[in-house]
């Protein structure tokens, strides 16, 4: 959270609410459809079926938030960290309809419109996200306290253990700040533009059903990825978001509220390799902390280490290009042979 610049109470931007619901829309909502899109060998005379399906998906996305963004990045030999986004899919089908000139002939001159629409045009995004502040009894009651935090070995972790082992004999470096105290509930609250409801997206989609579904990507969102700095200590993650009426709300728009801003939240065990994996990657890490992790990922079954390389790949691929100009030391080259080795086209069964 953010002190407010007048008022003084911590809030979270409304940017950082839509980037994070547009984020978690392509990368986790729209994952499923565009995994079963095939590339495009040869076009028959009728779009496939899962084609539409992910158009439509498609559709809504850039309707709520005005474009695709998500790209993987490239490492130096070449392969790509991530799974592909929606971007990444259509494209070889708008590219494979014009080549084969089918995109003046129906049917397929409809979903090449559609596929140009999404993918070489921007809109204003019908969504509207305002910024998430504390309740009025939250703020009554006081939100803030004093945290900590004290690492034990500054040089070990200053220097990423080169040559050096974490002993006892360092001098602790605690670092104050303050933080927001769990239990407090914020509210977020957003709304749609009536006149870009329809604007491409797809009909069947109503106004309440809109609403619903923005509603259950910010509880998933927040409660599975958090939001802010400081996740790995637990900061960030959100009891679910349930709706509390239109009451005191714009019009057209809708509230919802947000448990423990700070994130310390009283988990239960992994019951999956992916809730095992979240906990052992959350978004957010210090670079220090998450080449500790990564370190530490092959002491894990196989089946939570692809989860971690997949949460890696979506919330962490930049930190491979710094990695690469120090691949001279052994852990480092040892950690990209790692990442390498769960990256797409590398990863193999153990």
């Given at each position: 959270a953010t002190l407010h610049h007048l008022h003084g109470f911590p809030y979270i931007p409304g940017s950082s609410v839509k980037g994070l619901l547009h984020h978690f829309a392509e990368m986790e909502w729209m994952a499923e459809t565009m995994a079963k899109l095939p590339e495009p060998t040869s076009l028959?005379?009728?779009?496939?079926e899962i084609l539409k399906e992910a158009?439509?998906?498609?559709?809504?996305?850039w309707t709520l938030f005005g474009s695709l963004v998500v790209e993987r990045a490239k490492l130096k030999n070449g392969s790509l960290l991530g799974p592909k986004g929606p971007r990444e899919r259509l494209t070889p089908w708008k590219e494979r309809i014009k080549e084969e000139k089918l995109h003046e002939q129906e049917p397929w001159q409809g979903v090449y419109a559609d596929l140009v629409r999404l993918l070489d045009t921007n809109r204003g995004a019908a969504l509207t996200c305002f910024d998430a502040v504390p309740t009025k009894a939250a703020i009554q009651a006081g939100m803030l306290e004093c945290d900590i935090l004290n690492p034990h070995y500054p040089e070990y972790y200053r220097k990423e253990g080169a040559g050096i082992s974490p002993s006892d004999t360092e001098n602790p470096t605690p670092?104050?700040?303050?933080a927001v105290k769990p239990g407090v509930t914020f509210e977020f609250r957003f709304k749609l533009r009536d006149?870009?409801?329809h604007n491409g997206t797809p009909k069947n989609w109503s106004r309440e059903a809109l609403l619903e579904q923005v509603?259950?990507?910010?509880?998933?969102?927040l409660s599975e990825w958090g939001i802010g700095g400081k996740t790995s200590a637990?900061?960030?993650?959100?009891?679910p978001p349930h709706p509390v009426g239109q009451k005191g709300t714009p019009p057209g728009a809708r509230k919802a509220k947000g448990t423990d801003p700070a994130g310390r939240m009283e988990r239960k065990p992994p019951a999956t390799p992916a809730e095992e994996a979240r906990a052992i990657l959350p978004p957010?890490?210090?670079p220090s902390e998450l080449a500790q992790r990564i370190d530490r990922a092959p002491e894990y079954p196989e089946a939570v280490q692809r989860e971690i390389a997949r949460l890696f790949r979506v919330h962490y691929s930049q930190e491979v290009k710094k990695w690469r100009k120090k691949k001279e030391k052994p852990n480092v080259a040892k950690r990209l042979a790692w990442v390498e080795r769960f990256s797409e086209g590398g990863e193999h069964d153990a």
């Amino acid at each position: 959270a953010t002190l407010h610049h007048l008022h003084g109470f911590p809030y979270i931007p409304g940017s950082s609410v839509k980037g994070l619901l547009h984020h978690f829309a392509e990368m986790e909502w729209m994952a499923e459809t565009m995994a079963k899109l095939p590339e495009p060998t040869s076009l028959g005379e009728e779009p496939p079926e899962i084609l539409k399906e992910a158009i439509e998906a498609a559709s809504l996305v850039w309707t709520l938030f005005g474009s695709l963004v998500v790209e993987r990045a490239k490492l130096k030999n070449g392969s790509l960290l991530g799974p592909k986004g929606p971007r990444e899919r259509l494209t070889p089908w708008k590219e494979r309809i014009k080549e084969e000139k089918l995109h003046e002939q129906e049917p397929w001159q409809g979903v090449y419109a559609d596929l140009v629409r999404l993918l070489d045009t921007n809109r204003g995004a019908a969504l509207t996200c305002f910024d998430a502040v504390p309740t009025k009894a939250a703020i009554q009651a006081g939100m803030l306290e004093c945290d900590i935090l004290n690492p034990h070995y500054p040089e070990y972790y200053r220097k990423e253990g080169a040559g050096i082992s974490p002993s006892d004999t360092e001098n602790p470096t605690p670092i104050y700040f303050l933080a927001v105290k769990p239990g407090v509930t914020f509210e977020f609250r957003f709304k749609l533009r009536d006149d870009d409801i329809h604007n491409g997206t797809p009909k069947n989609w109503s106004r309440e059903a809109l609403l619903e579904q923005v509603e259950a990507w910010l509880a998933r969102a927040l409660s599975e990825w958090g939001i802010g700095g400081k996740t790995s200590a637990g900061y960030g993650y959100f009891d679910p978001p349930h709706p509390v009426g239109q009451k005191g709300t714009p019009p057209g728009a809708r509230k919802a509220k947000g448990t423990d801003p700070a994130g310390r939240m009283e988990r239960k065990p992994p019951a999956t390799p992916a809730e095992e994996a979240r906990a052992i990657l959350p978004p957010g890490l210090a670079p220090s902390e998450l080449a500790q992790r990564i370190d530490r990922a092959p002491e894990y079954p196989e089946a939570v280490q692809r989860e971690i390389a997949r949460l890696f790949r979506v919330h962490y691929s930049q930190e491979v290009k710094k990695w690469r100009k120090k691949k001279e030391k052994p852990n480092v080259a040892k950690r990209l042979a790692w990442v390498e080795r769960f990256s797409e086209g590398g990863e193999h069964d153990a």
